[in-house]
C-alpha cells in the first residue's frame, strides 16, 4: 500500500527534527558542532515495513542517547565540599549510569579531549603544578560521581515535531485511504 501523502508529511516532520535536533546540539556548551561526529552523522530514513506501514527511522552516533538523555553519577556527595558538582546529580532522571570506575573508556575519552585542547596541566589552589594525568584522573573523577548533564537536543524536538505534525500526519493518512477507496486498488 502506498502512502504518498503520509510519507511527504513524515519527511517534513523528520527533516524538522534532524533541524531543531542539530541547532540545539550547536548550542548545548559541552558539544559544539564542529567537534566529533554527532552533529554530523544526524539523519533519517523512510521506510515501508513488511506489515505495509511506514517507519521514520533517526540515525546518529551510539553515544547519542548519553548525549540526550546525560548519565547518572555514582554519588556527588563522595566528590570534595569545595568542588562544583558536590551533592548535585547532574542526571537525576536518567535512565544510565556509569558502570565500574575502573572501565577505561571514560578516562581514554577524557585524555583525548585534554590531549585535543592542548590542556598540559594547571596550578592548584597552593600554586603547585598539577600534571596532566592528575588532572585528567580529577575531571574523570568528577564526571563519574556528578554524572553528565542531558541536553535534550533530540528528545525536545521529537517531541515537539510529533504535535506539531500531529493534525497533517492524520490529514495525509485520510487522504491516503480515501484516494485508495476511489479508485479500488485490489
Known amino acids: ?18 533541524q531543531q535536533a542539530k541547532s540545539n546540539l550547536s548550542k548545548a556548551k559541552p558539544y559544539p558542532k564542529n567537534k566529533g561526529n554527532l552533529y554530523n552523522t544526524l539523519d533519517y530514513k523512510i521506510d515501508p515495513d513488511d506489515q505495509e506501514a511506514l517507519l521514520v527511522e533517526f540515525l546518529m552516533e551510539d553515544y547519542a542517547q548519553f548525549v540526550d538523555q546525560g548519565v547518572k553519577g555514582k554519588n556527588p556527595n563522595a566528590l570534595p565540599s569545595g568542588s562544583k558538582h558536590y ?16 572501565s577505561k573508556g571514560l578516562r581514554a575519552a577524557i585524555n583525548k579531549w585534554t590531549v585535543q585542547k592542548s590542556i598540559k596541566g594547571v596550578r592548584d589552589k597552593k600554586g603547585r603544578f598539577l600534571k596532566r594525568k592528575t588532572m585528567q584522573y580529577l575531571i574523570t573523577r ?7 548533564k542531558p541536553t535534550y537536543f533530540f528528545s525536545k524536538p521529537f517531541e515537539a515535531g510529533i504535535k506539531k505534525y500531529e493534525l497533517q500526519f492524520k490529514k495525509a493518512f485520510i487522504s491516503d485511504l480515501e484516494s485508495r477507496m476511489v479508485y479500488g486498488e485490489k
Open 1 to 18: 500500500m502506498e502512502y504518498n501523502n503520509l510519507e511527504a508529511v513524515m519527511k517534513k516532520y523528520a527533516k524538522y527534527v534532524i
Open 87 to 102: 551533592g548535585k546529580q547532574q542526571a537525576p532522571n536518567s535512565p544510565y549510569k556509569f558502570g565500574a570506575m575502573k
Open 142 to 148: 568528577s564526571i563519574y560521581l556528578a554524572g553528565i
